[in-house]
């Protein structure tokens, strides 16, 4: 799991735009300058770097409300369990 | 106004090119994985940082929309008007394009074609036409009447007079209007080519030598504003749009018609009085294909007669290519600009008289001329004409 996290992290980092410090699980979602359709971006290069399938439907908001990076990975990963 | 044009990237820039009479014209090699192709086109240049400045949702979107909203930070800021809740809700956003975002399309069917990967999940809402509109609404909080017009090279003069009419007739009090076209990739450069139009070299209009059109990139934008709310509020009046003609030829996919190009200058010419010819300027269409330039010249003696000797008439495309959608665009401001300062743009690569084409085209130099009334022409393939006219204020 510390791999797939590494690996999350840092396609996260890559949509960041708007990020100038750390990037770690306590980063605020707001910190990093994305919009609702980073997410989108950021889940297709998890299926594209990783070779997996996120079972997801924006029109289901699978992400609720997050508050941190760390929330966004958990969700990331519940997904990719899925 | 805002200009982003292969000629420069502001609108000063844009004047000082076309009056040097200076050709932005270049060959220029475009690939997608083993696919390739060398063309003279006028592309745009050194404005990735100011791109990157655009903010998230733009840094992400087409070029089109890029360069559209390059272009109407320029124009936004020079006119003064902030959008506040009251003037946003009655302000419109109306930016065309001839094509959209072509090179997204490229990008999505080289990725599914040559690397099987899938498109990017933001391809449709990078290309759609409407995709420039909607970033400057969502930019400037602009909530008044919004769409993207299409009518390939007549597109941006649609724009400003579709937008001019939804302000007289009480719809908006104002609007970001104009016109952006960035289609320059592999995929739509071939597609141009597989037409036999595109010259080989250069862009050579209304000289006997010439051979076909050059693909350009860019974008004109314009805030247009009813006279007396800009009066009021004591805004720097560029020009007043005073006459709009828009008509279609009926005909066909691709010869130009004499009476369609006629009846939309005589359309957007209806409310205004020649005194003298010689104070008339006319921004051609001018593409330097074959069929354009001789019908455009019959166009315009059909129009104003004897009086036609008299005219100024220059195509710029022979400098910043031909901008496809955002031509009317950028070609509007090379005609309220020859109002402004009394220069006219030249025609440049001119280097064969054409008994064709047989008025007086501003031959490779700028000149001073007292210009009261300036058209721009703008001729679409699928026969679709539009014609704006401006005047002093």
Known sequence: M?????????????????????????????????????VVEIIYEVEEKLDVEVPFNANENPFGEMATVGDLLDALENLIKK | MGAVTPLGASVDAFWDGLTAGRCAIQKRDYAADRFSLTLPVAPVDGVDERI???????????????????????????????????????????????????????????????????????????LIPNAAASHLTIKYAV?????????????????????????????????????????????????????????????????????GLV????????????????????????CRLSGFGMNADGKDMINPDVNGAAGAMKLALKDIEIADPKSVYVNAHGTGTLLNDPTETKAIRSVFGAGADDLAVSSTKSMHGHLLGAAGGIESIAAILALRNGVVAPTVN????????????????????DVSVALSNSFAFGGLNAVVAFEKV
Not at chain 1, 26 to 32: F, G, H, K, R
Not at chain 2, 160 to 168: Q, R, S, Y
Not at chain 2, 356 to 368: G, R, S, V
Request: aromatic share 6%.
């Open chain 1, 2 to 38: 510390a791999d797939m996290e590494a690996s999350l992290l840092e396609i996260i980092k890559e949509h960041a735009v708007g990020l100038t410090g750390e990037l770690n699980r306590d980063t605020p979602i707001a910190d990093l300058g994305i919009d609702s359709f980073s």
């Open chain 2, 52 to 126: 990157k400045g655009l903010g998230v949702q733009l840094m992400r979107a087409d070029r089109f929309s890029q360069l559209a909203a390059l272009a109407a930070e320029e124009a936004v800021a020079q006119s003064g008007l902030e959008f506040d809740e009251a003037l946003g809700a009655r302000t419109a956003c109306i930016i065309g394009t001839g094509i959209g975002g072509q090179s997204t399309f490229d990008q999505g069917y080289i990725s599914m074609l040559c690397r099987e990967r899938r498109p990017h999940p933001l391809t449709i809402l990078k």
């Open chain 2, 143 to 211: 909530k008044g009447p919004s769409f993207a017009v299409s009518s390939a090279c007549a597109t941006g003069a649609h724009a400003l007079g579709v937008t001019a009419e939804l302000i007289k007739s009480g719809a908006a009090d104002a609007g970001i209007a104009g016109a952006s076209e960035a289609i320059l990739c592999y995929g739509a450069l071939e597609a141009w080519k597989a037409m036999h139009i595109l010259a080989d070299e250069t862009c050579r209009p209304f000289s006997k030598n010439r051979n």
């Open chain 2, 350 to 369: 001119y280097d064969e008289p054409d008994p064709e084409c047989d008025l007086d085209y501003t031959p490779n130099e700028a000149k001073e001329r």
């Open chain 2, 215 to 238: 693909i350009g990139e860019g974008a004109g934008v314009f805030v247009l504003e009813e006279e007396e709310h800009a009066k009021k509020r004591g805004a720097n009046i560029l």
